[in-house]
């Protein structure tokens, strides 16, 4: 078919508000539960769940429910001839497996997409397969264009500590870095759609340099997206955004956003990320 093709995707991508309606991207929300209370991930104000991670209660995430993703297919299914549905790594959530079953039932045709990725990787990859279906592409070359983005994409992280990947059980290979020092800080990525380690650097600020340093290799003087999100670490973005402003001058597109919650609840307060897109 070579209508319309509308973009559907999971908050996950932290995707600011005003960019997802810009381009007319249906954002489906994760759900967060904090003690007995389960809500849509945006209905959870980020500041009390800073807090009641500081304060060790249980708070946990799902995907969305089936019939979440039913009604979005039905809303962008009465103005679009096709769907792409893009969602985080199948190997961190249900969320893409979930995406199918309704898929499967949608009156138009939709194709679910597993990023293999999460964060602004996987927003910058929405936002540009947006701006193909926008210009007239059809479902292949929308496919295509989320294909390359996804590829060359890097996600980066800085945690605190460990601890909050270990409880949700979304470690993956970085569980060989748990038992380090204290005063070691871990660096991260996505790897074959699972969180990885990067290194581990002595003191918070060392660790967030080596970041930014880790960032401009990864763009390799292309011209990229580049997005810096954080989870209740607004001071440390800043310092890292002024970082990459200074050393990334040639930079197309600079988003400034906090990482979607459900991603905040496994990293921890005081997470930093960078994204590198290229295009």
């Known amino acids: 078919m070579s209508g319309r093709v509308a ?16 381009w007319g991207i249906m954002v489906v929300p994760m759900r967060i539960r904090i003690g007995s209370q389960e809500r849509a991930e945006p209905a959870v104000p980020k500041e009390i769940l800073v807090k009641a991670l500081q ?10 429910e089936e019939a979440s993703f039913a009604w979005a297919y039905e809303h962008v299914g009465r103005t ?5 549905s893009v969602h985080i790594s199948g190997r961190q959530s249900q969320t893409c ?21 999460t964060g602004m990787s ?6 540009a397969a947006a701006r193909t279906a926008g210009a007239g592409g059809g479902a292949r070359r929308v496919i295509n264009t989320l ?15 460990l601890e909050y990947l270990r409880r949700g059980g979304r470690i993956g290979a970085a569980a060989a870095m748990l038992g380090s020092a204290l005063s ?19 003191g918070a600020e060392r660790a967030l340099r080596r970041l930014v340093d880790t960032a401009v290799k990864r763009a390799d003087g292309r011209q990229v997206d580049v997005a810096i999100e954080h989870f209740g670490a607004l001071a440390r973005a800043n310092r890292v955004l002024t970082r990459l402003r200074q050393r990334l001058p040639g930079t197309r597109e600079v988003t400034f956003t906090e ?9 921890g307060p005081g997470a930093v990320g960078i994204t590198i897109s290229p295009a």
């Open 55 to 64: 304060r060790d209660l249980e708070v946990t995430t799902a995907p969305p």
């Open 122 to 127: 996987l927003g910058y990859a929405v936002l």
């Open 80 to 84: 679009a001839d096709e769907v792409v």
């Open 259 to 267: 990482v979607s919650s459900t991603i905040g609840v496994h990293l």
């Open 7 to 22: 973009l559907v995707t999971d908050s996950t991508s932290s995707l600011p508000e005003s960019l997802a309606a810009q």
């Open 184 to 202: 070691l800080k871990p660096l991260l990525t996505m790897t074959d759609g699972q969180v990885a380690p990067l290194d581990r650097v002595l």
């Open 147 to 161: 294909a390359k983005r996804l590829e060359h994409s890097a996600e980066l992280m800085y945690v605190d500590t």
């Open 97 to 117: 497996e979930i995406a199918r079953q309704a898929a499967e039932k949608a009156r138009v045709p939709v194709h679910v997409i597993d990023s293999g990725t």
